[in-house]
T-cell receptor
């Protein structure tokens, strides 16, 4: 079974631009979460989507947004990029079986975003 | 590969020795805890998890211990191998928070031959 895939793997943008990152979950997984990883702040939760609905959100500004499609694929968007947005953006998927909130999360390899 | 964290605490062990990686968590309401391993250039890889109503769980070569009294979690790796070299993260999860995980800062494990 294929794992979580993320595209692109590397991205370079300049301040003020916007960026869209894509995540394809493991087949059959309905929940997708996004995390930001930086050396200074570590791994921080951005948001979670399930059945095309955002179910949980971390403490990030509104410039960070996301969506999920009917096939469970997800995208996240960052508008008006700042230097501090440079990070590894990780996507994680899980089955999302109702009542089984401890389904294991499986992470993708991440998208390395560099903002110049 | 990319560096996960430039100033993480590092645990250095000899190949074949047992490793113990510790983690302190903050929220007594956490329902479950997970250990992840992250190698350079890769996403975190699930190792083992434990529910808050347990105090010990064993996997293949790994054991997780949970002490809720002092809010402490540890990961024990038996017979550490060079392939175990990576950054290890503990994460706490909340049933009311759906899929949200709160990650610790991470510990770098360096295995020397």
């Amino acid at each position: 079974k294929a794992g979580v895939t993320q595209t692109p793997r590397y991205l370079i943008k300049t301040r003020g631009q916007q960026v869209t990152l894509s995540c394809s979950p493991i087949s059959g997984h309905r929940s997708v979460s996004w995390y930001q990883q930086t050396p200074g702040q570590g791994l921080q939760f951005l948001f979670e989507y399930f059945s095309e609905t955002q179910r949980n959100k971390g403490n990030f500004p509104g410039r960070f947004s996301g969506r999920q499609f009917s096939n469970s694929r997800s995208e996240m968007n960052v508008s008006t990029l700042e230097l501090g947005d440079s990070a590894l953006y990780l996507c994680a998927s899980r089955r999302g079986t109702p009542g089984h909130y401890t389904d294991t999360q499986y992470f993708g390899p991440g998208t390395r975003l560099t903002v110049l | 590969g990319e560096s996960v964290g430039l100033h993480l605490p590092t645990l250095s062990v000899q190949e074949g020795d047992n490793s113990i990686i510790n983690c302190a968590y903050s929220n007594s309401a956490s329902d479950y805890f997970i250990w992840y391993k992250q190698e350079s250039g890769k996403g975190p890889q699930f190792i083992i998890d434990i529910r808050s109503n347990m105090d010990k769980r064993q996997g293949q070569r790994v054991t997780v211990l949970l002490n809720k009294t002092v809010k402490h979690l540890s990961l024990q790796i038996a017979a550490t191998q060079p392939g175990d070299s990576a950054v290890y993260f503990c994460a706490e999860g909340f049933s009311g928070g759906y899929n949200k995980l709160i990650f610790g800062a991470g510990t770098r494990l360096a295995v020397h031959p």
